[in-house]
């Protein structure tokens, strides 16, 4: 699904994502806030973009990759969706601030599966990192992905589906 509509989809609703995809953890999350402190520009766009929260690895040059933790990216939430982000992804809980937030900007929050890296590095067709390279594994990387599962965890509207059920 390319051209979707992000707020019409409702909570708990599972859909397949097909596109590109910013992948950010900590490390570049503090970084970018950096560069534009000293730069007053952005490293890249984020305006339209939807950022995966995510550490990945790489087997034979293919890339391993699965959803990390996103409250420890809350600290970072408004200032990334004041940039213009339009979704974020990622595993777990939101703190409530974070919902609030994700209300105001009206961006989404997903979750993708957890456990299944290897199955989501089979919906990868490709990867590139485009900033902060010395960073490693948390570099940020843009993927382009095909039929790539993800579930509306909070909905534009502030209303959460329950992941422990």
Known sequence: MREIDLCMLKAGEPFYYSGTLIVMRDAAHKKIIEFENQTGNLPLPLNGRIIFYAGPTFSNEKMVIGPTTSRRMDKFLEYTLSKGVIATIGKGERTPEAVEIIKKY??????????CAA???EKI?????????????????????????????????????????
């Open 106 to 115: 009206r961006a989404p929050y997903l979750i993708a599966p957890s456990g």
């Open 125 to 165: 067709l490709g990867w590139k990192i485009v900033a902060f390279e010395e960073l490693g594994p948390e570099a940020i990387y843009e993927i382009t992905v095909e039929d790539f599962p993800l579930i509306v965890a909070i909905d534009c509207n502030g209303n959460t589906f329950n992941q422990n059920r």
């Open 119 to 121: 199955y989501l590095s």
